[in-house]
């Protein structure tokens, strides 16, 4: 088994809107669209339409969007073993869209932060090469970030963490315990900014006391990535970009792909650049993704 992800599962709503309203206002829905999502999970898929054997630790209710997530999970042929289905409420984020392209987005963690230790199956996570983090809110409940921090002392292969903003924004101490296990770091440069007060190559070299690898994600400026030994700056693809959603997590899975199939850096740095160039060309974090033999 190759890679296994620990991370929130949701079902992104989109809702384009006559107008975005505020407190006391009715507004329309215009149109709405549904996808599966969650950083963590959208990396997996794409390691999986990658050709790579995939596992997810997740959670989900006992809801018509947990049993989409599930049916979805599958279809990408992503082994959901270790996903609980529970009685309560199945991850949401609601994004409200209005013809200018604002955003306003309500979040709802739900089951997502509720993953207990005792619900892990160490023995089965265990025999993945890799396992792959991604935040938790942890604003209401924070089992499934203690539970985090328990497996990664325990697991016996490399770690990869994405913190994202959320994580970011709790300061570095908080995330010290996950940071400290982990071998593959993989912020954007604002999050190393947040973590380090540092700019993104001094930032990079930081985290390199406790990780391997760190590898910084630019936007259209592409990534940086040291281990210490070597650095490279490694320009983006020039493309049409179309809706940025999902460009770190489909970078994550292009990096991964290349870190297990023992490329060096700067090849593990391009195919991430690569299939996150793929991802932006497309509406939604999954559609541009590419599938190994349609490569
Ligand atoms: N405008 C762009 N043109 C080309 N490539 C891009 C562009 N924006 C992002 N990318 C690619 O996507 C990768 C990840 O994007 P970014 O640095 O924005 O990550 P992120 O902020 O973590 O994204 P996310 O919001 O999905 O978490 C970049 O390293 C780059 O390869
Ligand atoms: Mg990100």
Redesign the pocket.
């Known amino acids: 088994m190759d890679v296994i992800g620990f991370g929130a599962l949701n079902v992104d709503k989109i809702y384009l809107v006559s107008e975005i309203p505020k407190a006391e206002e009715e507004s329309y829905v215009l149109d709405l669209k549904v996808y599966p999502g969650g950083?963590s999970a959208n990396t997996i898929v794409g390691l999986s339409r990658l050709g790579l054997k995939t596992g997810f630790i997740g959670k989900v209710g006992k809801d018509e969007e947990g049993a989409f997530l599930v049916e979805d999970l599958k279809k990408e042929g992503v082994d959901t073993h270790n996903v609980i289905v529970s009685d309560g409420r199945t991850g949401c984020a609601m994004v409200f869209v209005d013809k200018k392209g604002e955003r306003a987005i309500l979040l709802d963690p739900a089951l997502n932060d509720t993953i207990g230790f005792d619900e892990i199956d160490l023995d089965y996570v265990n025999k993945f090469k890799l396992l792959h983090l991604s935040s938790f809110v942890c604003k209401f409940n924070d089992s499934s970030f203690e539970s985090q921090k328990k497996l990664v002392e325990i697991f016996n292969g490399v770690v990869s963490f994405?913190p994202?903003?959320i994580y970011a924004k709790f300061g570095l101490e908080k995330i010290k315990p996950l940071i400290k296990h982990t071998d593959v770091f993989m912020?954007?440069?604002?999050?190393v900014k947040l973590l380090t007060g540092l700019d993104y190559k001094d930032g990079a070299e930081f985290f390199l006391q406790w990780c391997e690898v760190v590898v910084v994600?630019?936007?259209?400026?592409?990534?940086y990535i040291t281990d210490g030994k070597n650095s490279y700056e490694i320009p983006?693809?020039?493309?049409k970009?179309v809706d940025?959603?999902?460009?770190?997590?489909?970078?994550n899975a292009g990096f991964l792909y290349g870190y297990l199939k023992g490329k060096g850096l700067d090849e593990c740095g391009k195919l991430?650049?690569y299939i996150?160039?793929l991802?932006?060309q497309k509406v939604g974090?999954r559609t541009g993704l590419p599938f190994i033999n349609r490569l």
């Open positions: 950083s994405d994202g903003s912020p954007n440069e604002g999050e994600k630019r936007g259209d400026k592409g990534c983006a693809y020039n493309v970009v940025t959603t999902g460009a770190g997590d489909a970078f991430g650049n996150a160039s991802c932006i974090a």
